[in-house]
């Protein structure tokens, strides 16, 4: 069983950097990709990053290219997102999710699982 709890969020100015976390209590971590999502009340969930299961291959949305990082540790059970250089329109719910099938790493469709979210927001 997976499940997922995000954490690191909160209230930075533009050009900080911050770091989410997420963390799996399941045994299972290790054969799932996982990416990190994010968004905004009225608006459709974006993508934002993702990682191969055992963290080969990246993936990033767009605009957050050379901005953020995504890694995993499968031995902590856990992947991270770097952001720097946060913008306000980074501002948003960033959502982490667990995908099984090895394939649609960018598709919200393909995540299984998904965590609680943690709200990030930028200040100008």
């Known amino acids: 069983q997976v499940q997922l709890v995000a954490s690191g969020g909160g209230l930075v100015q533009a050009g900080d950097s911050l770091t989410l976390s997420c963390v799996d209590s399941g045994r299972m971590f290790s054969q799932y990709a996982m990416g990190w999502f994010r968004q905004n009340p009225g608006r459709q969930p974006e993508f934002v990053a993702a990682?191969?299961?055992?963290?080969?291959?990246?993936f990033y949305g767009d605009s957050v290219k050379g901005r953020f990082t995504i890694a995993r540790d499968n031995g902590r059970n856990t992947v991270y997102l770097q952001m720097n250089n946060l913008k306000p329109e980074d501002t948003a719910y960033y959502y982490c999710?667990?995908?099984?099938?090895?394939?649609?790493?960018?598709?919200?469709?393909?995540?299984?699982?998904w965590g609680q979210g943690t709200q990030v927001t930028v200040s100008s």
């Open positions: 990682v191969t299961a055992s963290g080969s291959s990246e």
């Open positions: 999710a667990a995908n099984p099938y090895f394939k649609g790493y960018t598709d919200r469709a393909s995540y299984m699982y």
